[in-house]
């Protein structure tokens, strides 16, 4: 058993305490937006938040959490999809399969928050999902995008 | 809205009543199943085009979108000759069993080999200008006027001499009662405003949400979760498992074995079927491939280098000859490894079997290869079965030609009949159950004369047939024409461009027991390696400029030439490098177009590669979506690059060895070159644009990398390789 706090929302989860966070949020919250893609923290397909970092939640046990530390998942980035960094995603129509493209999101959004006029090299540093459609250099204009269209709350 | 109505089925129904169709990101078109649209609420007008009441359109789409932006440039054509108010767009699939059941009304679903658009755009443009010819005779009809004196667009319907105007959503339902043309004049290309444009694409925005639903986060009432093991070895098979060691852990419903070689838990969740799959004891007998080697196999296919029997793919004049008698000989050997497609979502399908029928969810490149598979598996007659594409997490060919999973998926789920099973596989099985891009070597012998022309060139290819591993049918005299693409004297599929007065390129076919697949860019990529690499390697030994020595073998081959005088000139070519960087070149025609690439690299003096630009230049005769166009150069070469920098699987006691991400690294943002994408479409013929561009990646970093250190790399990939400078 689990307490968590999801997207502003606490949940209690009836898992194993080894189960992965990224497993008691697709199958018991049914928030299916944070993805599988190898199951040992080095795709990034499952990047979530834990108090504001960026976290790997398939090597994340739910034992490791407790109900203070807020976990935000791409279903919470924002309510309407208007984050800067989505709405740069869709003007510079980043997208291909789409399937990293929420671990891609949440590791920006992640950056973005730390460091929120990331340089070429900051990006290329630290978004290090895998994306094998291809999405880099789009991934990459659309953060610098959102970063400048950020400045008032930069 | 209600886009399940007339599918009177438990599955579906369910599904909508769980979730709704469209949150499922399944559409399930509506007048489909009826054939006609006879006073349906929202007509079909024919197969490919709905319209609603409230004009809002629906275009049917037969391909499978992967990421290649396949469902934007298909609805801009059907689009195009609507005449359609293209912001009222939207898309739907039609179901294999749909397809089946109305005599093929689509076509061909199948979604590989970039043909999407180049073999579709006939049959979609003639859909859309059907049901425009007929949106706009109803619309005649109710006015009583000429059809010659109405006009069609932006969905709006115009009569010129009166003025009066209606729209397509009031005339639908009317126009769907009306005979179809026969006869359907399509638009010339140079006057397309919708086709042709670089349309945002119609399914981004969900993509950045979440919301996307992908094979993998489907969930069906009552489903259970089911994790698979199959013999690691090829060949292998099940010998014995204790089902009752894990009967007991949280979850467990049932230990089921699949066929003869695997093995799988179903459980209440995919994470407790895991769980249980890794305490489960099982035993496998590893089969007659169990000593197989990378070292094995290798041995295997230099033999194939020297054999004496070998398929021809193109011959002119007496290459041997020439060889004999050349003034300055050069040979090489380069060889080209098995990689595995690592699409991001693993492969994964839901299952629901009865006595009576069988659904399949699942995302597939080829909806009718599913249903096919399915119907077997099942032991039902396709016209029982269904299947429902769900959106792809890539495919880049492994979800096309076979479907080993959806098989696998129903054997479980005929083992719950009446619960719908959701199969997904781990990374680890992802990786350890590819069909993987081929192996091959090849010996190249080139002879140039005194004055350092190329009179002759021989080139063997040794190694796997993809086809004889999964069409084996389609083997005709031991001969498989894939394994030429790029290297045929000519065709509209990839011709080889240059002119060699005395050539002979064969293969001596060496099928190790690795199954084989279709791989973004398939046999082009090896061949575009050892061509445009030992091109290299012959310019060099004439003394010549790379680009001059192409040039001149080219000039019978325009459109080869173009796109490497477009490549040439903005990647600055003749004109000194920045400081320290080099640069190489690469062309090739494949899948339809004319492609090329030049490379900007530098080397450390301790070895580290940079890739920093690439020029890359694609004619694909007719360009539908200039933006999606880029889009798909860009991560052409992300597939290439990867490919080339680490793409590797190798063989121990018969199996694979790479099981995740760590040990199969593939390019990430850091390694990735600035991309510059030049377009430009000659007209006059359709080309692919999904792989051609992934094909020139490699061999024009490897000419770069020649150029930066005088070091030839001629093995795949290029991490083995030392680039320090000797």
Not at chain 1, 43 to 54: I, K, L, P, Q
Not at chain 2, 411 to 419: F, H, L, N, R, S
Request: proline share 6%.
């Amino acid at each position: 058993m689990a307490r968590l706090n999801i997207n502003g929302r606490v949940v209690d989860i009836a898992v194993e305490d080894d189960t992965p966070l990224l497993w008691a949020i697709r199958e018991q919250v049914g928030l299916t937006g944070t993805k599988y893609g190898c199951g040992v923290a080095q795709c990034g397909a499952c990047t979530v938040h834990v108090d504001g970092v960026a976290t790997r939640s398939c090597s994340t046990p739910v034992s490791a959490l407790d109900e203070n530390q807020k976990i935000v998942t791409i279903e919470g980035l924002s309510p309407d999809g208007s984050h800067p960094l989505q709405r740069a995603w869709v003007a510079l129509d980043v997208p291909q399969c789409g399937y990293c493209q929420s671990g891609m999101i949440m590791a920006a959004a992640a950056l973005l928050a730390a460091n929120p006029k990331p340089s070429d090299a900051d990006i290329r540093g630290e978004i290090t999902n895998i994306c094998r459609c291809g999405t880099y250099n789009r991934v990459q204009a659309a953060i610098k995008q959102a970063a400048g269209g950020n400045q008032a709350n930069g | 809205m209600n886009q399940i109505a007339s599918l009177n089925r438990r599955g579906f129904l369910q599904v909508s009543a769980a979730l709704g169709a469209f949150t499922l990101g399944i559409r399930v078109p509506e007048a489909v199943a009826q054939g006609a649209a006879q006073g349906a609420a929202s007509p079909e007008v024919n197969a490919w085009v709905v319209v609603k009441p409230d004009d809002s359109i629906i275009i049917r789409i037969a391909r499978s979108e992967m990421g290649q932006g396949t469902l934007t440039g298909l609805a801009q054509l059907v689009a195009e000759e609507l005449n359609a108010d293209w912001s009222k767009v939207s898309t739907e699939y039609p179901t294999p069993g749909q397809n089946l059941a109305r005599n093929r009304a689509w076509g061909n679903m199948s979604t590989g080999g970039s043909r999407g658009i180049r073999e579709s755009h006939d049959v979609v443009r003639k859909g859309g200008a059907a049901a425009r010819m007929m949106l706009v005779e109803a619309a005649a009809r109710g006015w009583g006027v000429p059809v010659s004196e109405c006009r069609a667009a932006n969905s709006t319907i115009t009569h010129q001499p009166s003025g009066r105007t209606t729209t397509y959503g009031k005339v639908a339902e009317a126009a769907a009662r009306l005979t179809p043309p026969t006869d359907m004049p399509l638009r010339d290309p140079k006057d397309w405003t919708i086709a042709g444009k670089p349309l945002p694409r119609l399914d981004t925005v969900d993509k950045t949400n979440g919301k996307q639903i992908y094979g993998a986060d489907l969930t069906l009432p009552g489903m259970l979760n089911a994790a698979i093991r199959d013999c690691p070895v090829f060949g292998g098979k099940v010998a014995s498992f204790d089902a009752a060691k894990v009967a007991g852990m949280p979850g467990v419903k049932k230990v089921v074995q699949v066929g003869e070689t695997a093995v799988a838990v179903i459980a209440d969740t995919w994470w407790r079927a895991k769980t249980a799959l890794d305490a489960l004891p099982i035993t496998w007998d590893n089969g007659p491939n169990a000593q197989v080697s990378s070292a094995s196999i290798a041995e295997v296919l230099k033999a194939g280098l020297e054999a004496p029997e070998a398929a021809i793919g193109n011959r002119a004049g007496d290459a041997r000859a020439a060889i004999a008698s050349a003034a300055k000989r050069v040979e090489a050997v380069y060889g080209y490894p098995f990689q595995n497609h690592a699409t991001m979502e693993p492969m994964n399908a839901t299952a629901l079997w009865t006595p009576e029928r069988c659904e399949v969810w699942t995302p597939t490149q080829n909806g009718e290869a599913a249903l096919a598979a399915a119907s077997e598996a099942a032991g039902l007659p396709p016209a029982k079965c269904e299947v429902y594409k769900i959106h792809l997490g890539g495919g880049f060919g492994r979800r096309g030609a076979v479907h080993d999973w959806v098989r696998q998926a129903v054997e479980i789920a005929k083992q719950m009949p009446g619960t719908p099973v959701k199969l997904l596989w781990s990374r680890e099985e992802d990786m350890l159950h590819g069909r993987y891009h081929p192996i091959t070597q090849c010996k190249l012998t080139g002879a140039l004369d005194a004055a350092g022309n190329l009179t002759g060139l021989a080139m063997r290819i040794s190694g796997q047939s993809i086809v004889a591993g999964i069409f084996p049918q389609n083997i005709r005299d031991g001969r498989d024409p894939v394994v030429f693409q790029g290297l045929s004297p000519g065709g509209e599929e990839g011709a080889f461009g240059y002119a060699i007065p005395n050539i002979l390129i064969d293969h001596a076919m060496r099928n190790p027991h690795v199954p084989p697949g279709f791989w973004r860019g398939v046999n082009l990529n090896q061949n575009a390696v050892y061509v445009e690499c030992f091109m290299d390697e012959l310019a060099h030994a004439a003394g010549r400029d790379p680009l001059e020595f192409r040039r001149a073998l080219l000039k019978n081959s325009p459109k080869h030439l173009a796109v490497l005088n477009a490549v040439a000139e903005r990647g600055g070519w003749g004109q000194p490098a920045p400081e320290g960087r080099a640069r190489g070149l690469a062309q090739i025609m494949g899948f339809g177009s004319y492609v090329a690439a030049c490379a900007e690299v530098s080397v450390s003096p301790a070895g580290e590669l940079t890739i920093h630009k690439i020029t890359a230049a694609t004619d694909p005769g007719h360009a539908v979506n200039p933006q999606q166009i880029a889009a798909q150069v860009e991560g052409s070469f992300v597939y290439g690059l990867s490919a080339a920098l680490h793409g590797e699987c190798t063989v121990a006691e018969g199996r694979i060895e790479q099981e995740n991400f760590d040990t199969y690294p593939v390019m990430r943002m850091a390694e990735m070159p600035a991309v510059e994408a030049i377009l430009m479409p000659s007209g006059g013929f359709w080309g692919g644009v999904g792989e051609p561009t992934i094909a020139v990646a490699a061999p024009a970093v490897l000419n770069a990398i020649f150029a930066a250190t005088g070091k030839r790399v001629r093995q795949l990939p290029l991490k083995h390789a030392d680039l320090r400078r000797a």
